[in-house]
Each structure stands twice: as C-alpha cells, then as structure tokens.
C-alpha cells in the first residue's frame, strides 16, 4: 500500500487548487456560467482519472504508459463535456489549452518555491 504523507496531501491539495483556478479561468475565457466550484470538480475528477488510469493501466502496459496518460486524457474530456454541458469541439479546445497553460505552470513552478 502507498505511504501517504502530510506532504504528499498537501502537495495535492495545492495542485488541484492551481489545477481548478486554470480550468475556471479558461472556461470563463471561452463565455462558460458555471463556478469555481465545477473548476474544482473538473480538477478533482481530472486527479481521479489520471490516477485510476494509470492505477490499472500502468502495470498491463509498462512499455506504453502513454496510453494509459491517452486513455486518462480522454476520460477527462469526457467529463469535461459532460459538467460544462458543452460539445466535444469546445470540450477539447478547453482541454488543449488548459494542457498547455498547465503544463507552463508546472514547468516555472516548481523554480519558484526553489528545492524542496
């Protein structure tokens, strides 16, 4: 079983944080009504496929774990259409460029609070 840490929840917590201001940031540049609080469920869902796919995905298919990452990324603009009630267009231009704006965080980030 993993060892889960203090640091390992609030890592977490302070990543679906970022993740959610992202997202409602994003859909509210694209015209979406819906809430922080759908940002943070989208985020919160994100988490839970991601980990669910790579969960039971990973061990099968070691030497492709970015299918697992693939078949996550689809998963989550599943639910991404379904909790902005928007079409699979607009459901993945919101994904790609919530990707990339993420992926920028995360790339300057970690610079920022320097070694941990």
Known sequence: MADITLTTLI???ISLAISAIIIYIVTKIFGEK???????????T??????????FLRPALAELGW??????????LIALRFL???GWLKALGLAIIIWVIAAVV????PTVIGPL
């Open 34 to 44: 819906e809430g922080f609080g759908t940002a943070l469920l989208a985020a919160f």
């Open 67 to 76: 299918l697992a990452s693939l078949i996550g990324g689809v998963a989550w």
């Open 11 to 13: 890592v977490f917590v």
């Open 84 to 86: 902005y009630s928007i």
């Open 106 to 109: 995360g790339f300057f980030l």
């Open 46 to 55: 994100g988490a839970i496929i991601y980990a669910a796919a790579y969960y």
